[in-house]
């Protein structure tokens, strides 16, 4: 079935560090492509998307590019502030059903030092 | 425009006891779907309404788990007899009708411990 594996965390980075999360999938069809993070206290909020191959979903400095070819969407910032610690979620619109529903990797914790 | 809103924001019930969580979607949103995240694994599918009807619920783990979207407005998740499995973080989203890619918003969750 469809799946999604993101890197283990946690993940800790000095601010103005760069910062590259892994996220891999598998998947039959064309799914859509999500990154959501999860402030502190807070419910998930969508980061960025796409939604075919190629495709490159871009937000607050944030961006993935839908690699078809290595099936991966891995999320990068060049320089992290201290504000984007968070836990992030990969997850996959599972294309074999008709409902939409999310495939969510595991997360992964950023936690960003100053 | 109201967010997406879900009540208890915890609960803390005891093995055997029933709990009922809540969801309000965002208005105008006919899909509402119900996530579980349980001990800081992956987040999990549960089920999907569109409108009052549900059209998957392939993810509901077992029948104690009952959800309802009575007038295709506001949700419910009921577990009964609640086990210490169960412990964990429900969120609720929504999204507008239209494609499987329309954005869901989701809400901040409900943290349930199951003692």
């Known amino acids: 079935g469809n799946s999604v594996t993101q890197m283990e965390g946690p993940v800790t980075l000095s601010e103005e560090a760069f910062l590259t999360i892994n996220c891999t999938y598998t998947a039959t069809g064309y799914p859509s492509l999500f990154w959501y993070v999860q402030y502190p206290g807070e419910g998930l909020q969508l980061l960025l998307k796409?939604?075919?191959?190629?495709d490159k979903g871009s937000n607050k400095g944030f961006e993935a590019t839908y690699r078809k070819e290595t099936t991966s969407f891995h999320l990068e910032k060049g320089s992290v502030q201290v504000s984007d610690s968070a836990v992030y979620f990969c997850a996959l619109s599972d294309g074999s059903s008709n409902t939409g529903k999310l495939i969510f990797g595991q997360g992964t914790t950023l936690q960003v030092k100053p | 425009e109201a967010g997406v809103t879900q009540f208890p924001s915890h609960s803390v019930i005891e093995k055997g006891q029933t709990v009922t969580l809540r969801c309000d979607p965002i208005s105008g949103h006919d899909n509402l779907y119900w996530y579980r995240r349980v001990m800081g694994k992956e987040i999990k599918f549960l089920l999907h309404f569109v409108k009052e009807s549900k059209q998957d619920e392939s993810g509901m783990p077992n029948n104690r788990f009952l959800a309802e979207r009575t007038g295709g407005t506001y949700s419910t998740l009921k577990v009964q007899p609640a086990e210490l499995e169960d412990s964990g973080v429900y969120f609720c989203?929504?999204?507008?009708?239209?494609?499987?890619?329309?954005?869901?918003?989701f809400g901040p969750g409900t943290r349930l411990l199951v003692l």
């Open positions: 989203a929504s999204s507008r009708p239209g494609g499987i890619v329309e954005t869901q918003y």
């Open positions: 796409a939604t075919k191959a190629d």
